[in-house]
């Protein structure tokens, strides 16, 4: 018996266009990620950098950031915590990846159940999460490779910019995906917002 | 139909538009750029209203935010709005409001009687009586009181409009488009900063906008904000208040102009702005002064006649005198000469100035060194009565429909005190203003808020502030282009009162008089806070916008002091009255939380579960079938699936959280009462964690998976509160310590699996792992796969059977559930909700959140024995304090209704011999010896296992003879979870 | 000077109301007294009027740095009750609430104690449990309460959304003799009573030094000079820390803000008390009209009087939710008290550390139904030099012997947690 | 509304940080007693003025931040992480 695709938190939430339609609508998707927390253990700064250079190919990122490597993507959570990101891949894999990779240096929780992300892009991205979102998003502020945790309708909420359109990677605790989505499009309706 | 007072031209409003309205069920009309005030006196209507206490019939007074007078009910049904200020509210096609506080019609409102009786009801009567007998308070007195209190009525409907929160940040905020705010917001936003200028009007412009020959310049002004793309402009947004560092909050009223709002348009959206710098552009509210008869409908503050005559080309009456104390007034007089209005007298405590003069020279007949001391008339102004200063007597009566009044202008101080800024009396302005600070660099206030009045002045005053406000936000000034204009004079003559026979006001909505005001000092109440609130001055609708300062100077002249020392009552939110969905946002009814699921909610929604709260997850209470007669059915139903076969439950929601590190044992060792240094891997262990005061927080199962990683799991309530009990810890007291805490909550959903045939459900859907009890005994873990999933299997049990607990990567635990329901189907198997699992683990005795409650021990518990001997852990030291030790703490028993028929309940109390000596902290119905059973603490009650005691309910008249048991009823050799 | 009755209010209305005086002196500090009370709240003035009438002790200053009444007593949401679960408060507020029932007559001041009830909701089965277990508690120390059902409730105060979408409500305890008073009147009619009975009530004279010697209070030093006294009670909610301080002593207080709000006047639409099971929120109606309403702390210490907005957003939202008829009003004013918060919720009536100084302290946000019963237990504690039975186990000294008075279950300093 | 500068996430709302009590008090050595743990739990200077305090960046970066607040006028001066110090300033 073949094993079982897991079931996304948003599997059975809403799908269409909702709200105003202008010519260009906000765009929402839930792009399925494999995440892995990364822990730094005491006094092994530079032999974890060394480590996430060799397996990942990139540098972990400074507080309030991002960095993406050859096939990954990692963000900065909590001092001394990352999060390790890439498209779902086999069940179990980018963290058996990143064990083998850390060990003696972080440790390695799989979330890859236990978030959720979310895909926020259009122009009106900002307006739209101004109704929730208490931070400074504004490319004075904010932009590409940032990120930051922050609640948002009461719900922590990982965000980071990932391009300039802008848009966004939202992502939540999955047992509190549905009603964080229903926020979101209580959010963007007024704009205009497709749901894919 | 026809709009007898409205202008052929001029102004702000629209002519083409005709928007039609009702007000008490009559139909006029106004136009687009109206208010609801505006609209009215256009079409002659004057009484809008009762006062507060006295139900004096009330007109317009004011053409702003201040009006005390002009509250109506606006809207119908769900959507009306009590106290809704005509003078705000923007004129819409359809609009209808209905005057309040009344008892007949406005015309004949029977309660006006309560002005005769006026010297028995001043100023704190009711302290003095209402106090024999002393049942009659609520039965009598109050009664009345409360029926003639209170202003308009509320709906007493649900609003059908929906309100959302929004967060704004900027290096600039202004507030007030008026000429300064206009400046300001232009020298900030020329300056490179992100701006925004919020305008609590819908037009910008502020006193321009009674100003044609500057609407260029507001013309000009405005098109050059809209063109800098860093410049917010916010009309319909009024900032209510300023709070630390530099946090202001506003609501925009997004849909209030409009009959209602359109589709996924909120009614109003509450703004929290965070600015590095601030301009207040707030301008000034004009006072009144205090005469006889100073509240006839036709008495208006003479800016607000100006207003309506220039803005929206309204003449507010047909022969119209002024009462003014400065120069700057007089331009209502020539704006309302202009309009046609016959100007019958301008009465001037001064003997002379600039403006008298040129009103002379206009033709308008000034009477100088005179004051107005009384007005004639009933319902609406028919003359007023004009005597000499310093002279009690009165004068002649010229007849007039327009008493036009200014006795200066206070400065809109309000945010500005609010945020901290001193206040500064100015002698020149008879006003407080803000006093200028050094520390507060990233505030300051523009214009008429801080006394500088008139277009050229204030507007220079504006840019100033501006660019100094976007230098304190890091940017280089910059300059801009400023109008040249002359400013009338805005100084008054320090007239407060006019003292004659009637009843003067000062503060118009509450009927509070001078008089009063003189009542409460007599009395003692001479400090400003307590004669206001002793005669609630100052306390309405408007708090004290239009009369609060006269109040002040009416005090201060009975003390015999200087206004400047006696000071006004502190400032507080609000600057004006705000709608309460607003200020909730959109978290309000069903979002008011937001619910958490498990992985397996949909699952249990096809069983057709019954939900119940635990916190903000969703729970199944229990799973009804066919043929439960009713709730309790269900429950021991599925009780006895588990004690009988085999059940399944969901207990993901169980927090989840991995320890890691070098030192994740000793870490443990310290915040846990019991050790698990001595834990082997692939074990686990039942763990009590204590708080600092020796009071029992949590308990849970910890899983050592390596030698250095935990796999800890805490009770669905505490989840959050252990994980930051934890990171506390680590944070500041072991910062030694390597170690790393992840919560996983989140990541694995968990489904137990309890009953005689749980090893059999189990081992057909667990692969490559023995689960026979030698291989897999009781506290035994290990990973596998469950139906070619990855799982995590675990021995251990709450309910008393034989059990296990599959966890599974959340994304799994319905195909794991299925797999399990189908592996069952032999078994008959069940799914037993949270009531069943209550039900088991009372009977067991295991203690939960009832008893876990925060105010009980270890000790209590009957868990003493968990509490090592040896080695630190958190809430050790305190435990052995003698209060927590004392053997005559209540003490967990077990319970049993002696009549088996009899219910007992969670929240009795145990009588021994008609003493309280304890209670019950949960209850249930047995299934294994039907009946009611439950656990309590008992003093004593070790000793007590075998008697019988009574549960006594008297809230429910129930005293219900139970025995006590031993807790510990169910198999208390524990050998089920063995075999 | 003469009593006040409606007699006399028409007596004096007929002639121009010119022969009031005022409410009570203005004294002047005299140079020593039987006692001193620090604070010119509610809760030092009762502790004057009950030092006066109940033990005879008339030579008694109260001294205030401000004005009367301007702490607490001005600025709170005026609820009484006696709604407690454990016998050592439930006993003790009931005292209190019992004082209030004849305040009236006693004081012959109007302080507008209105019995319109105190209703808790609650939403599931285990804050039921809890009203059960705080109700019964009460019935069996012989105060009245009453476990009502949803019709209940939609009875006592039919707009409540009993359905709220989210926490739909099961029912409440109801405490009928519960209700509101007017908060400034309390604080007068104290001042007006204890004056009448010789009582110095000294404003604008605050205490910048307490005079002990031999470990023995003998006085406190003030803007107004030295006043000696062989007893000092202190009643100074919000300035507790800084005063023991003086003292020596250091107590297990932190000073936060509980915000309060009023809306715009409104034909009577709520009849009773009502706190919300599901959130921080309460409201009550004043007979003027107003909406009278709050929630819980800001969550941090302060002495700034000033509220912070997250937490008046969450009350706005807590009132919605359970009333979504409250939309379209108006929130009017909003404020904020000083709170002295205690680590288990409950206050202290007590002797201290210093001979001959006593304190009424740590009210968290329940001092204001306190007022008469602490002046009344303070006043018995001064007088006797020992607590009441009512107050015995109000002590500092509770938390060194294990012996919380821990209504809830939240732990020492539960907001700091 | 306060505004905290946390080190590692910049400025922030206070609803983002949860308040842990006066931070200069210590946890005492395990075998300190009762009336040190007594001290320790329950006893507070409670100042009015400047105080440091514990507040978590929960809401964030989950830290345990050291914050240097005036009580009053709630001004934020200095933040640190939880294992550096911040001096209480004289008045």
């Known amino acids: 018996m073949s094993a079982p695709e897991p079931i996304h938190a948003l599997a059975f939430a809403p799908r269409g266009s909702l709200g105003a339609a202008p010519a260009a609508p906000l765009r929402v998707s839930f792009p399925a990620r494999d995440i892995v927390q990364v822990m730094l253990r005491r006094g092994q700064d530079a032999a974890f950098a060394e480590a996430m250079r060799g397996a990942f190919g990139m540098e972990p990122p400074a507080p309030g950031h991002t960095a993406t490597g050859q096939d990954a993507t990692a963000i900065w959570i909590q001092p001394g915590q990352w999060l390790l990101t890439a498209p779902r891949g086999v069940e179990g894999a980018l963290a058996a990846r990143a064990t083998a990779a850390f060990t003696g240096f972080a440790a390695v929780a799989d979330q890859s159940h236990g978030r959720t992300t979310i895909l926020l892009s259009g122009a009106a991205a900002r307006e739209a999460l101004s109704r929730g979102c208490r931070l400074d998003l504004h490319p004075r502020a904010f932009g590409p490779g940032r990120a930051a945790s922050t609640p948002i309708a009461q719900i922590g909420c990982l965000l980071h910019q990932t391009d300039a359109t802008p848009s966004f990677e939202l992502t939540v605790f999955s047992t509190l995906a549905e009603p964080f989505l229903h926020w979101l499009i209580e959010a963007t309706a007024p704009l205009g917002v497709d749901i894919a | 139909m026809s709009q007898r007072f409205r202008l052929p031209s001029g102004g702000h409003v629209d002519r083409s538009q005709r928007l039609g309205f009702s007000f008490d069920g009559r139909r006029y009309e106004g136009h687009a750029g109206d208010t609801l005030a505006s609209a009215l006196l256009a079409n002659g209507v004057r009484l809008v209203g009762r006062s507060f206490k006295y139900h004096r019939p009330r007109g317009i007074f004011s053409a702003g935010i201040e009006e005390p007078n002009a509250l109506v009910e606006l809207r119908d049904g769900a959507r009306r ?411 008054p003559y320090a007239l407060w009162e006019v003292k004659g026979g009637g009843k003067a006001f000062v503060d118009i909505q509450d009927d509070v008089t001078a008089d009063d005001i003189r009542l409460a000092h007599r009395e003692g109440f001479s400090h400003i806070e ?366 049993r209704s002696v009549d088996p028929a009899r219910q007992i309940r969670a929240g009795s109390h145990l009588l021994v011999d008609g003493q309280d000596c304890g209670w019950i902290s949960s209850a249930t119905q047995s299934v294994v010896d039907p009946g009611w059973i439950g656990l309590g603490l008992l003093r004593d009650g070790e000793a007590r296992i075998g008697s019988r005691i009574i549960a006594a309910n008297p809230l429910m008249g129930e005293e219900v003879p139970v025995t006590v048991t031993s807790p510990h009823g169910y198999d208390a050799e524990n050998l089920r979870v063995r075999t | 000077m003469a009593g006040y009755s409606g007699f006399r209010i028409l007596a004096e209305g007929l002639r121009g109301n010119s022969g009031w005086t005022p409410a009570w002196r203005k004294a002047a500090p005299k140079p020593t007294y039987d006692v001193i009370v620090v604070g010119g709240g509610g809760h030092g003035l009762a502790t004057a009027f009950y030092l006066a009438s109940m033990h005879g002790i008339t030579n008694v200053a109260v001294v205030e740095r401000g004005l009367v009444g301007q702490g607490n007593t001005g600025r709170n949401t005026t609820i009484v009750r006696s709604n407690y679960l454990l016998p050592e408060n439930n006993n003790f507020y009931e005292h209190s609430l019992k004082l209030w029932e004849g305040l009236e007559q006693s004081l012959n001041y109007n302080v507008m104690m209105s019995q319109r009830g105190v209703i808790n909701l609650f939403h599931n089965d285990a804050q039921r449990n809890a009203a059960l277990r705080r109700g019964n508690s009460m019935r069996l120390n012989g105060i009245d309460a009453e476990i009502v059902d949803r019709d209940g409730v939609k009875a006592l105060c039919p707009i409540v959304d009993l359905d709220n979408g989210r926490y739909p409500v099961m029912g409440g305890l109801l405490q009928r003799r519960g209700g509101t008073a007017r908060h400034d009147a309390v604080a007068w009619g104290f001042a007006h009573a204890a004056d009448a009975r010789g009582v110095d009530i000294i404003e604008h004279c605050e205490v910048t030094g307490m005079i002990v010697e031999g470990g023995a209070i003998q006085g406190v030093r003030t803007t107004r000079g030295e006043i000696r006294a062989p007893k000092v009670g202190l009643a100074v909610a919000g300035s507790t820390s800084t005063l023991t301080a003086m003292a020596g002593f250091d107590v297990p207080i932190e000073t936060h803000l509980l915000q309060a709000f009023v809306s715009e006047g409104l034909k009577p639409l709520i009849d009773c008390v009502v706190t919300f099971g599901a959130g921080h929120f309460y409201v009550s109606q004043s007979d003027k009209g107003g909406l009278v309403f709050g929630g819980g702390l800001d969550g941090y210490p302060s002495y700034g009087q000033r509220g912070t907005l997250p937490t008046a957003e969450h009350v706005y939202a807590a009132g919605i939710s359970m009333i979504p008829a409250l939309g379209r009003l108006r929130g009017l004013r909003n404020w904020a008290g000083v709170m002295d918060m205690t680590p288990d919720g409950s206050p202290y009536i007590c002797k201290t550390p210093v001979r001959g100084l006593y304190m009424t302290a740590g009210w968290c946000y329940g001092g204001f139904k306190a007022t008469p019963g602490s002046g009344w237990c303070h006043a018995w504690t001064i007088a006797k030099d020992e607590p009441h039975r009512l107050n015995a186990a109000h002590t500092l000294d509770r938390f060194r012997e294990g012996r919380m008075l821990d209504e809830r279950g939240n732990g020492p300093f539960f907001w700091a947690q | 509304m306060l505004r905290i500068p946390c080190p590692h996430c910049g400025a922030r709302d206070e609803v983002e940080f949860t308040y842990r009590g006066d931070a200069t008090v210590t946890r005492p050595a395990p075998d300190a007693g009762v009336d040190a743990f007594h001290d320790y739990l329950y006893l507070r200077r409670n100042p009015r003025g400047w105080q440091v305090e514990w507040w978590q960046h929960n809401g964030g970066c989950r830290a345990f931040l050291k914050v240097l607040r005036h009580t009053v006028t709630h001004e934020v001066r200095g933040v640190a992480t939880a294992t550096e110090t911040l001096e209480v300033p004289e008045a």
């Open chain 2, 530 to 895: 307590h004669a206001k609130r002793y005669t609630t001055h100052a306390m309405g609708t408007d708090q004290g916008k239009v009369g609060g300062l006269v109040g002040a100077a009416v005090l201060a002249e009975a003390r015999g002091e200087p206004v400047a020392s006696v000071g006004l009552p502190r400032f507080r939110p609000y600057t004006a009255p705000i709608a309460w969905g607003a200020m909730a946002g959109g978290e309000v009814g069903r979002h008011f939380q937001p619910v958490r699921r498990t992985a397996l909610h949909g699952v249990h929604d096809e069983l057709g579960a019954v939900w119940m709260d635990a916190g903000i997850w969703k729970r199944p209470a229990y799973y009804p079938k066919a043929g439960d007669t009713d709730g309790w059915a269900s429950v021991k139903r599925e009780a006895r699936a588990v004690r009988e076969r085999v059940g399944v439950c969901d207990v993901s929601t169980l927090g989840k959280i991995v320890v890691e590190g070098p030192d994740a044992a000793t870490f443990l060792d310290r915040v846990y009462a019991n050790t698990f240094s001595t834990l082997a891997v692939g074990r686990a262990r039942y763990g009590l964690m204590l708080r600092e005061d020796g009071i029992v927080f949590d308990d849970g199962t910890t899983t050592r998976l390596g030698p250095d990683r935990f796999f800890v799991t805490t009770t669905t309530a505490q989840a959050g509160p252990v994980m930051q009990h934890l990171e506390f810890h680590l944070a500041s007291a072991w910062p030694d310590l390597d170690v790393s805490l992840a919560s996983v909550t989140d990541q694995w959903a968990a489904m137990s699996i309890a009953g005689p045939k749980a090893r059999d459900v189990v081992a057909a859907v667990v692969h490559g792992l023995d689960v026979s009890s030698e291989a897999f005994p009781f506290m035994a873990v290990a990973d596998c796969k469950v139906a070619g999933v990855p799982a995590r299997l675990f021995r251990i049990s709450f309910s008393g059977e034989l059990a296990y607990e599959i966890a599974t990567p959340a994304g799994y635990a319905t195909h794991v559930w299925q797999a399990v329901m189908e592996a069952g189907v032999p078994y008959g198997i069940e799914p037993y909700g949270v009531e069943a699992l209550g039900l088991l683990r009372i009977e067991k005795g295991h203690v939960a959140g009832s008893e876990i409650n925060g105010q009980t021990t270890a000790l209590d518990l009957g868990l003493g024995r968990m509490l090592k001997k040896k080695g630190e852990f958190i809430g050790r030291v305190l435990a052995q304090r003698p209060g927590l030790t004392d053997q005559s703490r209540p003490h967990l028993v077990g319970l």
């Open chain 2, 81 to 491: 709005e009590p106290n809704t200020r005509a003078t705000v509210a923007e004129l819409f096609d359809g609009l209808s409001a209905t005057s309040q506080n009344h008892r007949g019609s406005l015309g004949f409102d029977w309660m006006a009687v309560n002005g005769l009786l006026a010297p028995f009801i001043g100023a704190g009567f009711y302290y003095k009586t209402f106090m024999w007998p002393a049942a009659f308070w609520e039965r009598v007195y109050e009664p009345m009181i409360r029926k003639a209190a209170g202003l308009g009525r509320a709906s007493g409907l649900p609003d059908p409009d929906h309100y959302e929160a929004a967060h704004a940040h900027c290096d600039v905020l202004v507030v007030g488009a008026g000429a300064a705010g206009l400046a300001a917001a232009r020298a900030a936003g020329a300056a490179g900063a992100r701006v925004i200028l919020a305008e609590q009007d819908f037009l910008l412009g502020g006193d321009l906008l009674n100003e044609a020959e500057h609407d260029a310049w507001r013309s000009e002004t405005i098109a050059a904000l809209e063109a800098m793309p860093e410049v917010t402009v916010m009309p319909r947004t009024m900032v209510f208040g300023a709070y630390d560092q530099g946090v202001l909050g506003a609501i925009e009223r997004v849909a209030d102009h409009l009959p209602e709002p359109p589709p996924h348009t909120p009614r109003q959206r509450y703004w929290t702005i965070r600015a590095t710098a601030v301009v207040l552009a707030t301008g000034a509210h004009e006072r009144l002064i205090a005469f006889p008869g100073n509240d006839r409908p036709g008495v208006m503050l003479a800016g607000a006649a100006r207003t309506y005559a220039r803005r929206y080309g309204v003449r507010a009456g047909e022969t119209a005198a002024l009462f003014a104390t400065h120069d700057a007034a007089y331009d209502a007089a020539f704006a309302l000469a202009e309009a046609g209005t016959r100007i019958a007298a301008i009465i001037d405590p001064r003997t002379d100035s600039a403006a008298m003069q040129r009103a002379r020279e206009a033709g308008l007949a000034v009477r100088a060194g005179s004051v107005v001391n009384g007005t004639v008339g009933g319902k609406a102004l028919r003359g007023v009565e004009i005597g000499t200063v310093g002279s009690a007597s009165r004068g002649d009566a010229v007849p007039a429909d327009l008493l036009m009044i200014s006795g200066g202008w206070n400065p809109a101080v309000h945010l500005a005190s609010m945020s901290g800024a001193a206040l500064r009396w100015d002698d020149a302005l008879l006003a407080f203003v803000p006093e200028e600070r050094e520390e507060s660099a990233w505030q300051r206030s523009a214009g008429a808020c801080r006394g500088v009045h008139g277009f050229g002045a204030a507007a220079a005053d504006g840019a100033a502030a501006g660019r100094a406000a976007a230098v304190a936000a890091g940017f280089d000034a910059a300059d801009i282009p400023l109008p040249d204009a002359p400013s009338a004079d805005h100084r």
